[in-house]
């Protein structure tokens, strides 16, 4: 089943324009992920980066519509943090171009309390 589609919509002195975004297989191409930028904060600011090629000893190619998922780990000296960064990309074409990843936080499940 299709999902239904999101229409955005904006309306200007009575004129109203609508929005449908369709994606088109046909006119996509695959992407491959060649290498990671992470900037890592850690509870107190210090900054570590972390450059590399690939994500887990790949450079995975992602088709139209594909996914890749995967699971990493970083040290962080403080209970908490947080990271962000960027994956260097590459079309079918040669066309290098850097996407940008969101910010997330870093928070360990035992956090030690302080009583005062």
């Known amino acids: 089943m299709n999902a239904p589609k999101t229409a955005y919509r904006a309306v200007t002195r009575q004129i109203e324009v609508t929005a449908t975004p ?4 046909e006119r996509s191409s695959p992407v491959q992920l060649k290498t990671r930028h992470w900037r890592i904060t850690d509870a107190q ?14 450079e995975p190619v992602l088709k139209p519509g594909e996914n890749f998922e995967y699971t990493s780990g970083v040290p962080l000296p403080t209970p908490s943090g947080f990271m962000t960064g960027t994956y260097g990309m590459v079309t079918a074409a040669g066309e290098e171009f850097d996407i940008d990843i969101p910010a997330f936080s870093l928070d360990t499940p035992q956090r030690e309390r302080t009583i005062n």
């Open 45 to 58: 600011g210090r900054l570590q980066e972390v450059r590399g090629a690939g994500v887990v000893g790949e």
């Open 22 to 25: 369709r994606f088109l297989p």
